[in-house]
């Protein structure tokens, strides 16, 4: 297929791999780092896609020997027959070095090895590419960004250095704001890298092609045609073992600010004028500003109880009932809210997020709901619904009606189906931070979040937040570990988003 102008401008962006590249990665004793970041590492080395020139620095505060080091960093690795002797290989890529967050020694001991690296491969001084993966707690961010920019900065000229960022980015705006001032006096906005991983799934990214790139599709996406939009994230798994961070954040600070409201983003955002990252996030901060802030009408909030009894299982516990939970906790384990977009495609219609920990499923979807066919001809058809399912199984399908074959006159309800795994079954899906790294490394900031996105993305939920937090009588409602959610949320789809089941 002919690559358009608008893909020309944005590869014009990406710069090709660095050939010489050093990643830091602070924190590299803890879970992120174990979990994800070194299998996904060794997932691109396995598929050629890292730098030729590449060393990987594990930097933390807990001493560890290189044989330990390099065996916990195998441990999550995914491996095939294929990919097992790369393991070696791979692992003889990566050190680490021990020293603390707030003193200069250790920074000073990663400068020499970086500039090793850097001397010994040869390259040109401007080819140089410093990576700094910051896998650390929010209370360290902004010392590790401070110590980072005074020693490992490249002088002028001798290469570049990019900050990747994970969240939480703060608790609300001021706490966000506050967070990115300090950043912001020590990196350029194009240095860093803040990290939504959602940014880096496979459907996430096809959303701005299928709207923009079909035509019928975005005739109809608009409030003429559509009467709502959902986007739903459910997991079975409850917060065990998290307690402590989540009940300090709760659900809308988990997963609706940053990756529903990117989805939402997306979702609803004018035409681009092009691909470029700078195109796209501009478009996303306009509807992120037309975006009103949520108010307590317009929500369900609900944490987890104990599992109903089953003869089948053991009782499933109890959000509070994790030790590091407090028994009074008010922490939303689950959230349900409506948004309107004030602008001249989406006035008026309804935008529902939800959310939810410990449910009946794990699944992340968009439905769009259109408006009921004109009746005199046919009535009351069932509406229209365009489904995006993020995950599990992706899949893209269209509810039609349609006449049932033969000689019946009966409509029936039929599904457009694309599913990945049925279309596309060779073609392996990346994980989503396998996407991103890649895009760090290539130098391509479209799929991470900009200051000013974030910022707005937290004043639609910051006043709302600010009220639950301070008000004590605001209690969220239990629904029980393993159910569909709270009780009230079917009564809130249908009053409050115009959602008709079809
Ligand atoms: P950890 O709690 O495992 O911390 C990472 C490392 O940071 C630890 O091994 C420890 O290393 C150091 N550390 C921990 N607490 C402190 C402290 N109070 N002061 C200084 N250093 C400390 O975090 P994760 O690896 O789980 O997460 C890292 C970052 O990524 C966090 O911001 C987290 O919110 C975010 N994140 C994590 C995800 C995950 O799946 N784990 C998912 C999405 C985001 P040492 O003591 O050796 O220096
Ligand atoms: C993380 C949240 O950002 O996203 C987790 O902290 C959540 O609570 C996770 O489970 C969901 O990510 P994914 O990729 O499993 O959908």
New binding site residues.
């Given amino acids: 297929m002919k690559s358009s102008p608008t893909s020309d401008i944005s590869n014009r962006e990406t710069q090709p791999f660095q050939r010489n590249a050093t990643i830091v990665v602070?924190?590299?004793?803890?879970?992120?780092?174990?979990?994800?970041i070194f299998p996904t590492l060794f997932t691109l080395y396995c598929l050629g896609s890292l730098p030729q020139n590449i060393k990987i620095i594990g930097y933390?505060?807990?001493q560890i020997e290189p044989d330990e080091f390099q065996k916990r960093v195998s441990a999550h690795f995914k491996t095939t027959d294929k990919t097992r002797p790369k393991i070696l290989p791979f692992l003889q890529l990566i050190s680490y070095i021990?020293g603390q967050?707030d003193t200069d020694e250790g920074y000073i001991e990663l400068k020499r090895s970086i500039v090793k690296h850097e001397d010994t491969v040869g390259s040109s001084p401007s080819s140089r590419y410093r990576l700094l993966y910051?896998?650390?707690?929010?209370?360290?961010?902004v010392t590790v960004a401070v110590q980072s920019k005074k020693h490992l900065y490249p002088p002028l000229n001798e290469g570049q250095a990019r900050l990747v960022?994970?969240?939480?980015f703060g608790r609300n705006t001021s706490t966000s704001n506050e967070l990115q001032e300090y950043l912001k006096a020590q990196w350029a906005e194009s240095e860093i890298y803040r990290?939504d991983?959602y940014l880096g799934k496979e459907m996430v990214k096809n959303i701005l092609l299928l709207r923009f790139g079909n035509v019928f599709l975005n005739a109809a996406h608009n409030k003429e045609h559509i009467s709502n939009i959902q986007i739903v994230f459910k997991e079975q798994m409850s917060t065990e073992g998290r307690g402590g961070?989540f009940d300090d954040m709760g659900i809308i600070r988990d997963v609706m600010q940053n990756h529903l409201m990117q989805v939402l983003c997306l979702m609803t955002m004018e035409r681009p004028v092009s691909t470029s990252s700078e195109d796209v996030r501009d478009e996303k901060v306009k509807i992120l500003r037309a975006i009103k802030p949520i108010t307590l009408d317009d929500v369900v909030l609900g944490q987890y109880g104990r599992s109903e009894n089953s003869s089948k299982s053991p009782p499933k516990p109890a959000y509070t009932d994790d030790q590091t939970v407090p028994d009074t906790s008010r922490s939303l384990t689950y959230a349900a809210v409506r948004l309107f977009i004030g602008n001249e495609r989406w006035d008026g219609v309804p935008i529902i997020l939800r959310a939810g920990k410990a449910l009946d499923e794990s699944k992340v979807e968009i439905r769009v709901q259109y408006k009921a066919a004109p009746r005199g001809m046919y009535y009351d058809l069932p509406r229209n619904e365009l489904v995006i399912r993020i995950q599990p199984n992706e899949s893209i399908y269209l509810k039609i009606n349609n006449k049932l074959p033969g000689y019946s006159e009966d409509i029936t309800v039929t599904d457009l189906d694309l599913t990945y795994n049925q279309r596309y079954p060779n073609i392996p899906i990346p994980d989503a931070y396998e996407a991103l790294l890649r895009d760090c490394l290539s130098g391509n900031p479209a799929n991470f979040v900009r200051a000013d996105e974030l910022e707005l993305a937290w004043k639609v939920f910051s006043p709302l937040l600010d009220e639950i937090d301070q008000n004590e009588n605001i209690k969220p409602e239990i629904y029980p570990h393993g159910s569909e959610g709270p009780k009230s949320v079917n009564q809130f789809l249908r009053d409050k988003g115009d959602y008709k089941s079809t």
């Fill in positions: 602070f924190g590299a004793s803890g879970d992120l780092a174990k979990k994800k933390a505060r807990t021990s967050y910051l896998a650390v707690p929010p209370t360290v961010f960022v994970e969240k939480p990290i991983h961070y």
